[in-house]
Nanobody, 119 residues
């Protein structure tokens, strides 16, 4: 069974920084993409950043130059968020797009971590 767990959300002042972390557990996992999404109150979930196994990255226009996605050991994925703005307030979700035991590519989601940017 695949389990995705993210952490690091907090209350931060505008202009501040946070680092989100996410890990995946389970056997037979072949990862293709690691992604971060966010969902603000009353809005649809939106893609924030993606990193492929070759290290290639994609960012939403709204976070380019402020957020950085990176990979760590043991399939960890991080989101460094700098110069945070109130509009960044949302629940942030980690996503692994992977194949588990040859069952086909699927999305696996974490439970979300709250980021609140407010003075």
């Amino acid at each position: 069974q695949v389990q995705v767990v993210e952490s690091g959300g907090d209350l931060v002042q505008p202009g501040g920084s946070l680092r989100l972390s996410c890990g995946v557990s389970g056997s037979g996992i072949v990862i293709y993409y690691m992604r971060w999404y966010r969902q603000a109150p009353g809005k649809q979930r939106e893609h924030v950043a993606q990193i492929a196994t070759d290290g290639a990255t994609i960012y939403a226009d709204s976070v380019k130059g402020r957020f950085t996605i990176s990979r760590g050991d043991a399939n960890m994925v991080y989101l460094q968020m700098n110069n945070l703005k109130p509009d960044d307030t949302a629940v942030y979700y980690c996503n692994y797009y992977c194949d588990v035991h040859g069952s086909g590519l699927k999305d696996y989601w974490g439970q979300g971590t709250q980021v609140t940017v407010s003075s």
